[in-house]
């Protein structure tokens, strides 16, 4: 028994000293590197030295721009904070990107505001002022130097347009010189511009200005389309003249004598003594009609006779008669056919030639109808008239009434001789026209320089 007891407790002095022996070596081991880790001030220390750098720097910087004078910075473990305030709220938000560049910023405050005192806000406008009086005075002798250049260039230009010789040789008209001399003078004008510019190094400058006048030129282009075509159809009636001074023309139903063509429109003179004002880009669309450029003129007439007449003698008749007319044309010769038949008439109509140079269109027509019914009436060829239809209702045959089928059968009388109807004639003389030539003429003379309309000119 005794034995026992001392087996066990060799066995638990050797436990004992199994358990001890690594439990003192695991805290050997573990003591090695807490004593190496550097120690708590230290660290603090570091960070200190490192936000007082990163406030230097960013001081340093805004030093360096215009704007921050009023601005602090504190920087506390890489947080960035700023406050004050700067002239306007743009530069405010901009010191964030800034300051967002600087290595170590962890965040960033912002409590930078726009100020709003006056004093401060106008004392930079005034320093900028300042410095740019202070160019402008520096840059005097050589704006001197531009300004006199664009003068002799442009004055230049003015004193070769203003010679009135050479552009009135080379232009069909007036109207086309004056284009010409307004060219020149906008020529020297650019050239001028240009000089000026490149004197004062600013010729970039030119690029925008005509940038900007070719869009101001576009919208007001097509703010006065119609204005501009008038124009362009006033060069071209200039250049290639359809018509003359107190040539009668008829444009869109507007018939009259021309007075003149302006740069805007073409003034016409009617019958009636008024005046018809045309736009040029409508007469130059439309359909003209000149009856003075041919001297030769042709006029018509219809006269209605009876059904039963002999029509084969009316016709003759109607062609001896305009053909012994001493103011109508044997070439082209006189003529008349049937023009239509109607219920109680038989249409004919006629034609004839004349000079309009000597013998007036209405006065000529109208005499010929005079003269073409005094032959019908002579020979027995009856004007018609209306013929009606009794019927009898109560059974009788009916009866047919015409006041001019009895008298229209009378035989056939010879045309008088030419002699006669020479004797008989009225002035056929276009006396309206001779007095609306007179008011034509008037009214150019009283405005002779605003005509674009030339004797000499080229016409279609």
């Given at each position: 028994?005794?034995?026992?007891?001392?087996?066990?407790?060799?066995?638990?002095?050797?436990?004992?000293?199994?358990?001890?022996?690594?439990?003192?070596?695991?805290?050997?081991?573990?003591?090695?590197?807490?004593?190496?880790?550097?120690?708590?001030?230290?660290?603090?220390?570091?960070?200190?030295?490192?936000?007082?750098?990163?406030?230097?720097?960013?001081?340093?910087?805004?030093?360096?721009?215009?704007?921050?004078?009023?601005?602090?910075?504190?920087?506390?473990?890489?947080?960035?904070?700023?406050?004050?305030?700067?002239?306007?709220?743009?530069?405010?938000e901009a010191l964030s990107e800034l300051v967002?560049?600087?290595?170590?910023?962890?965040?960033?405050?912002?409590?930078?505001?726009?100020?709003?005192?006056?004093?401060?806000?106008?004392?930079?406008?005034?320093?900028?002022?300042?410095?740019?009086?202070?160019?402008?005075?520096?840059?005097?002798?050589?704006?001197?130097?531009?300004?006199?250049?664009?003068?002799?260039?442009?004055?230049?230009?003015?004193?070769?347009?203003?010679?009135?010789?050479?552009?009135?040789?080379?232009?069909?008209?007036?109207?086309?010189?004056?284009?010409?001399?307004?060219?020149v003078r906008l020529g020297f004008l650019i050239?001028?511009?240009?000089?000026?510019?490149?004197?004062?190094?600013?010729?970039?400058?030119?690029?925008?200005?005509?940038?900007?006048?070719?869009?101001?030129?576009?919208?007001?282009?097509?703010?006065?389309?119609?204005?501009?075509?008038?124009?362009?159809?006033?060069?071209?009636?200039?250049?290639?003249?359809?018509?003359?001074?107190?040539?009668?023309?008829?444009?869109?139903g507007d018939e009259g004598k021309v007075i003149?063509?302006?740069?805007?429109?073409?003034?016409?003179?009617?019958?009636?003594?008024?005046?018809?004002?045309?736009?040029?880009?409508?007469?130059?669309?439309?359909?003209?009609?000149?009856?003075?450029?041919?001297?030769?003129?042709?006029?018509?007439?219809?006269?209605?006779?009876?059904?039963?007449?002999?029509?084969?003698?009316?016709?003759?008749?109607?062609?001896?008669?305009?053909?012994?007319?001493?103011?109508?044309?044997?070439?082209?010769?006189?003529?008349?056919?049937?023009?239509?038949?109607?219920?109680?008439?038989?249409?004919?109509?006629?034609?004839?030639?004349?000079?309009?140079?000597?013998?007036?269109?209405?006065?000529?027509?109208?005499?010929?109808?005079?003269?073409?019914?005094?032959?019908?009436?002579?020979?027995?060829?009856?004007?018609?008239?209306?013929?009606?239809?009794?019927?009898?209702?109560?059974?009788?045959?009916?009866?047919?009434?015409?006041?001019?089928?009895?008298?229209?059968?009378?035989?056939?009388?010879?045309?008088?001789?030419?002699?006669?109807?020479?004797?008989?004639?009225?002035?056929?003389?276009?006396?309206?026209?001779?007095?609306?030539?007179?008011?034509?003429?008037?009214?150019?003379?009283?405005?002779?320089?605003?005509?674009?309309?030339?004797?000499?000119?080229?016409?279609?």
């Open positions: 028994m005794t034995a026992l007891f001392r087996l066990l407790a060799a066995l638990a002095c050797l436990a004992t000293v199994s358990l001890t022996a690594p439990t003192s070596a695991v805290a050997q081991s573990g003591s090695a590197p807490v004593a190496d880790q550097p120690s708590g001030p230290i660290s603090v220390e570091d960070s200190a030295t490192q936000d007082a750098a990163i406030a230097v720097r960013i001081r340093d910087i805004l030093g360096e721009l215009d704007g921050y004078e009023d601005v602090t910075v504190t920087v506390t473990s890489g947080i960035v904070t700023l406050k004050g305030t700067t002239l306007s709220s743009d530069l405010a967002t560049r600087v290595d170590g910023v962890v965040a960033i405050r912002n409590d930078v505001v726009e100020t709003t005192d006056v004093a401060e806000r106008l004392s930079p406008a005034m320093e900028r002022f300042r410095q740019r009086m202070g160019q402008v005075v520096a840059y005097l002798p050589l704006l001197a130097v531009a300004v006199l250049a664009f003068a002799l260039i442009f004055g230049l230009g003015l004193l070769i347009a203003r010679v009135r010789q050479p552009w009135d040789r080379l232009a069909p008209n007036a109207f086309i010189a004056d284009i010409y001399r307004t060219v050239a001028g511009l240009v000089l000026a510019l490149d004197i004062l190094g600013a010729t970039a400058l030119l690029s925008t200005i005509l940038g900007a006048a070719g869009i101001i030129g576009l919208a007001i282009g097509f703010a006065v389309r119609d204005t501009v075509e008038n124009f362009i159809a006033s060069i071209m009636l200039s250049i290639r003249q359809p018509f003359r001074p107190n040539d009668t023309i008829e444009i869109n003149r063509l302006t740069s805007r429109a073409t003034i016409l003179l009617s019958y009636d003594g008024n005046h018809i004002r045309i736009p040029n880009a409508t007469v130059f669309k439309s359909r003209i009609v000149n009856f003075t450029r041919n001297a030769e003129r042709r006029f018509l007439f219809d006269v209605g006779v009876a059904p039963d007449s002999d029509l084969a003698l009316a016709l003759r008749l109607a062609e001896d008669s305009l053909a012994a007319l001493p103011f109508t044309l044997q070439t082209p010769a006189p003529s008349a056919w049937i023009q239509e038949i109607g219920d109680s008439t038989v249409t004919l109509r006629m034609t004839a030639w004349i000079d309009q140079r000597e013998s007036g269109l209405l006065a000529a027509k109208s005499e010929s109808i005079r003269l073409i019914l005094n032959r019908f009436t002579e020979s027995g060829i009856a004007m018609p008239e209306p013929t009606y239809r009794v019927i009898d209702l109560a059974g009788s045959s009916p009866d047919t009434a015409s006041d001019s089928a009895a008298d229209s059968a009378k035989s056939p009388v010879a045309p008088p001789p030419a002699a006669t109807v020479k004797e008989d004639l009225r002035d056929v003389h276009a006396h309206d026209q001779d007095a609306l030539s007179q008011m034509v003429a008037e009214e150019r003379q009283e405005t002779l320089g605003d005509d674009l309309l030339e004797k000499h000119a080229p016409s279609e």
